[in-house]
């Protein structure tokens, strides 16, 4: 493995407050802001740091620059294959968020089976709205995905006493037992009283959930979405949410952000959360040890850590 | 142990459901629907059982009626002791509601920690509100209690990276590490970003949660109650959140239910349920299962299960 030439390297990163975080830089990096806006910055950038959720789009802009590696702050990187300039390694963030949305799956199960919504809903009214929800207890939950997000929904569900089934493109057997292959898909429906997605957003994905899946799914079940919005047929899940056939809680829409005019926001049974997937304050310092270890790898000529794109 | 000699046992129960759940009943049990209204029955009863949450003072009704064993619906008693009449065995309901309100505490918890709340409250203003929020990971919750409720909430936040303080009357060691005693209280609560309480109603914990309580505990600290209303000084709790100074999310309250021009309802950072605790689609196969038991008990000539009060 090359050993390259100590020399300062330089790192970008997106605002003041985690300039602030990684300062002093390990071993004299010298730490430029810059947001992909103008003025590019005139000097070669070894690694720049994404902002949070920027759009792909903005990412044509590196056209002009020099980079070498690139370091998203998201897990999910479509769209990225078709704005990235030739030439950038693009790094995913693993084992930033996952924790995080695993935790957010548990918060919107939990609250649409036990009326947390309607609670809160009633709560400017003064009503103190007693009714029976139902539970996590004794239900089945259909996941489908079982990568690091799914693992750490996996791992929040269990003490639940509910039923896990799993589900992933290829059936296979790991240490936890039997994972379900797509094509199983359609016989298990039928069984979920939960569905939990936490797949990619990928051609194969893309309205997985259309008008047929939320057709086979008993009355009242709920959909969870922690994945990418497009992975649900927004249409689909507007006309079974309007007749009442079954719940919504989701974190991601497509469109998103979602306009105020759509119809989702007003659907009985739906819970809308603002893509707030990883984002709480235990994101912060995930996001500086995975720099932290780019920049590391940089200076020792290893590898980067989770190329997905490019290079 | 006592044989009893084989006679019709008359079992009194609250509500045409339940009464349908459990007909035929086992051995030609003799079953009767009562709600502790006029007119009494006018045979013997060997098992009553009450309708869920039904106010203590009703009670007071049974002085007209012959009734050996009544079974509550309900795990805490407060204010039963003051109303059963004399000679009446009271049992509660063990491995009913525990489960339950475990996941209630959950769905607390995760609502207040990842803005589920917020989120509800801006959807009908089609608000998306991207902010972030402090999740649960990382952070220490401070257990009060336990007993059969304290361990379903120990067991369901184990898997979210947190760190758990476990507090009950007087300290020890159990299989899962140390318990603190309540002398230790007021040295944890500077720690405690979540207090959880999952103690029951009495003397000694009345107003547990007072002013000097809420003063020890850190700014933006969440309290969650899934015990009794009267754990915490409502005046205290109102003033805390009045001032910002932290966040309540409440399945009791003290008075309850809340009266509809109450201030908690509107204050920033309270999120009320009401009462919700044990009352899943999971309750009904549980209540029977104990009333069964009673039943097969009464007729074996065994002591019944769970008696608290009386006898």
Redesign the interface.
Known sequence: MERTVERTLTIALPDAEIARRLSPPPDGSRIIVWDLGDPAPDVPIDLLVLRYMIPPAELRGLDAVSVRVVQSQTLGFDGVRETLPAGIVYCNAVEVHE??TG??A???I??S?????E???A????????????????KTVLLIGVGGVGREIE??V????ARLVRVARSSRTDDRGEVHGMASLRALLPEADIVVLAVPLAGDTRHLVDAAFLGLLRPGALVVNVARGAVVDTAALVDWLAAGRGRAALDVTDPE??????PL??LPG???????GG?????AGRVDRVVLEQIRRLREGEPPLNPVLGG
Chains 1, 2 share one sequence.
């Open positions: 924790a995080s935790e957010l548990l918060a919107l939990l609250a089976q036990r009326g947390i919504g609670a809160v809903a709560q400017p009214r003064g009503e103190w709205a007693h009714a029976q929800h139902p539970g996590l207890a004794d791992k929040r269990a003490p639940f006493d952000p979602l306009p105020a005019d759509h926001w007003a739906a819970i809308i959360t603002p893509h707030l984002h709480t304050d235990a994101m």
